[in-house]
């Protein structure tokens, strides 16, 4: 099988995320403070976000 290069679509989103691809466009400005990551990844996830220790550009969410 070759490799090549994929394009995410909306659809993709519907069914990898379950988020809704119909509707009101959401924009503007979001928090993206520590704090607030912190406090969303527990209503979320019910734990802490792991900070990876070979990258502090992404949060381990898993």
Same mark, same amino acid.
């Given at each position: 099988? $070759?490799? %090549?290069?994929?394009?995410? &679509? #909306?659809? /993709? ?6 988020? $809704? ?5 959401? &924009?503007?400005? &979001? /928090? %993206? =403070?520590?704090?607030?990551?912190? &406090?969303?990844? #527990? ?5 802490? $976000?792991?900070?990876?220790? =070979? ?5 381990? #969410?898993?």
């Amino acid at each position: 099988m $070759p490799v %090549s290069e994929v394009i995410v &679509t #909306l659809e /993709d989103v519907l069914y990898i995320f379950g988020l $809704p691809i119909d509707g009101e466009v959401v &924009t503007g400005w &979001t /928090d %993206s =403070s520590h704090d607030f990551l912190v &406090t969303q990844n #527990l209503a979320i996830f019910g734990s802490e $976000p792991e900070v990876s220790s =070979s990258s502090k550009s992404y949060i381990k #969410l898993s």
